[in-house]
């Protein structure tokens, strides 16, 4: 799995956030999307490493400007009771 972090300028509201998630979903398949207005950025969790110009285009379109895109490899953390 993926965790994209994407810094988007332009997001004022929940609203804004809405569009910017669905443009996302719309643009890649992915396992879970959120963002955040207050901090300007998007994390897009995907199964394959997702195609940074699609996403850029998908949220340009809406209206906002991306800023920055970033891939990293990601781990799903597990809840344990026990310490190794």
């Known amino acids: 799995m993926y965790k994209t972090e994407i810094k988007i300028d332009g997001m004022m509201c929940g609203m804004c956030e809405a569009h910017v998630n669905d443009a996302v979903r719309g643009a890649v398949s992915v396992k879970k999307v959120t963002s955040d207005h207050k ?30 895109v970033e891939t990293e490899p990601y781990e799903k953390k597990r809840f344990s009771l026990f310490k190794k």
């Open 39 to 68: 901090k300007g950025t998007a994390v897009v969790i995907t199964d394959g490493e997702p195609d940074a110009g699609a996403l850029t285009a998908a949220i340009e379109k809406t209206g906002y400007r991306v800023l920055s």
